[in-house]
């Protein structure tokens, strides 16, 4: 605390990412990371990138980036939107769509950066129950609010909402924008970008971080009617009219023409989260059904804050939330086949099978 | 407009970026850039680090980089913050150290972004008249005020505030943040970074983009008290906790490790500004006295709006504004000798000598 802090400073509570220990080397399966590298056209086009134009600012519209991504999903241009990681897309969207005096609609268990974004601009929401098997109701969302925020598949729960139950929300929903959050979406779920040219209050998020495998790059994109697109400009221009340096654009250029590498490394994630989840329900987890790249499972007989540190200590990584509801769960990023062997076999010394 | 717009959406004005123009090959002189490329160890860096580990997020905290930055300038690595341009860090200044009752300072002219900040976050502000001359005068800050925000060197004025003058405002603001703009310091000022173990109200702000040719890495630096940088955090935190790719870090780093290239290329951008500055004052222009990379002129015998037009003609791209007080003068970027004598024989005949 210090005195030259406004209120809003001293007021927030921030987010706080999942953890990075440096003490050694871990099998990371906590941050929901991909286990295979970005496409070598990626690296190759950044290297290209590193060069002497780097003293020139980079083109504020991202056009090229923009005109590549609107190409592979068949949406124009101006439907387009891109930014510093999808968490700078969403710290913009709670401004652009929401006002302070209405509440803003989103899941009690979801990524927790939501609340905070409200918290930064000072707007009100709340948050509604998922049922006990952390199911997302469509008709909860069809009451009166300032704006809903859907993740899908949900993190960390992994629950996935199909495109029919998202429609009931969109069709209930004509006067808010409807955020839906997909950054997990290419792992077998089906993105709602097919509904954005008869919706134009939906605004479908996705990420590079995840399926891209360049949580390194920072990339993120958003799609909607051109209005939103516009909305979003405005406050982005209002904040840091150039949020991509040119190596992230480059290199975001290239993922997008990598699709085979996409397709390949994105199947061998969805093969091993299957075989993932099929071993620890052979060794007694309750495993949610799974549309991302990680699981989230419970043991009835070990609690889960215990295997968390077990894990730790055998040099693995998972990710626990000591929150109510949640806290007899774990987050479990799918890696390689190997560090989910090596996973598995952990689990079964601890569980002592 | 649009139905799905906030109310602040609507009422925004956003920040207009200088001109990319893609129509042909201009001699750039417009947006400030470095006309020398980024170090050879910089471009090396960001060719190292364009590797595999791209598919893991970046340090959040920058710990690196920060220790970097606070070995260089004989500070704390908890003096040090670092954003995604120095844009994007006074985007964090506004709603970190500014109440929206209060009353931010800053110069009548002076860089446009400064009140699209305010505006983002509802903040109210006065704007201080410069005088005559461009002077920026310390004695109108010691009134009382909500923040302060002293860009030096001004832009685009270029105009220099001295040390001493500084102090002035420090030591008469010690309840409020003094924020010091120093985008363009490295270009003959003196830093206010010597003041930070003085002054906790202090923020020194700085860039990457300008003296150490960087502008397409988006890298921007904050220096002040531990309680300034713990507060910049906590608004990051509440924004986007990975605001710098793994590519800018690396090459961040590096620039600050090739301290004679930097020397090298700052010292002869001096030396082009001065043989600029009298040449331009030869041909009539009045030039205010610099020690950024840039001048503001203005000829009596030559509208500044037509000069303009004319140099663009002639594939020469200067900036100019057409604002009240400054619609008289262009602003122009110090280029390479090159390209300043291909300028300076453009005016010659522009302007019939």
């Known amino acids: 605390m210090s005195k030259y802090w406004s209120n809003l ?12 220990p440096k003490d050694q080397k871990y099998i990371k399966l906590n941050t929901n990371e991909n286990p295979y590298p970005p496409s070598p056209r990626v690296i190759e086009a950044i290297k290209q990138a590193a060069n002497d134009d780097l003293r020139l600012y980079p083109d504020p519209t991202c056009q090229q980036l923009c005109d590549t991504i609107a190409q592979y999903y068949g949406l ?13 897309i969403l710290a913009f969207v709670f401004p652009a769509f929401f006002n302070p005096s209405q509440k803003i609609l989103f899941p009690d268990i979801t990524y927790s950066f939501y609340p905070v974004y409200a918290q930064l601009y000072g707007q009100t929401y709340e948050t509604v129950a998922v049922d006990e098997a952390f199911n997302i109701h469509a008709e909860h969302y069809c009451v009166p609010n300032g ?28 006067d808010q924008v409807v955020v839906v959050d997909e950054a997990y979406i290419d792992f077998g779920g089906q993105s709602a970008i097919t509904y954005i040219n008869e919706y134009p209050n939906l605004l479908v998020v996705q990420t590079l971080s995840k399926s891209r495998s360049l949580a390194g790059l920072r990339v993120g994109m958003a799609y909607g009617h051109e ?15 150039y949020t991509l340096d040119r190596l992230a654009l480059a290199g975001a250029i290239a993922a997008f023409e990598d699709e085979a590498y996409f397709e390949e490394t994105t199947a061998k994630v969805i093969a091993t989260r299957e075989w993932s989840v099929n071993h620890l329900r052979e060794l007694g987890f309750h495993v949610i059904e799974s549309k991302a790249n990680f699981v989230f499972a419970s043991h009835p007989q070990a609690l889960a804050a215990d ?38 076999s952990a689990l079964h010394s601890l569980l002592g099978k």
């Open 76 to 88: 124009r241009s101006n439907q387009v939107f891109v930014g510093n990681g999808s968490d700078e």
């Open 9 to 20: 400073t001293a007021n927030l509570q921030p987010y706080i990412p999942g953890e990075q």
């Open 227 to 241: 209005d939103l697109i516009e909305g979003l400009n405005r406050i982005k221009n209002s904040f840091n009219s």
């Open 307 to 344: 295997l968390f540190k077990q894990l730790k200590e055998k040099g693995i990584l998972v990710r626990y939330f000591n929150k109510p509801r949640i806290d007899q769960f774990l987050r479990i990023s799918i890696g390689t086949d190997e560090e989910m062997e090596a996973l598995i």
């Open 147 to 174: 704006g809903i925020v859907i993740p899908n598949p949900n993190a960390p729960t992994a629950e996935y909402m199909t495109l029919p139950a998202l429609r009931t929300i969109l069709d209930a929903n004509r």
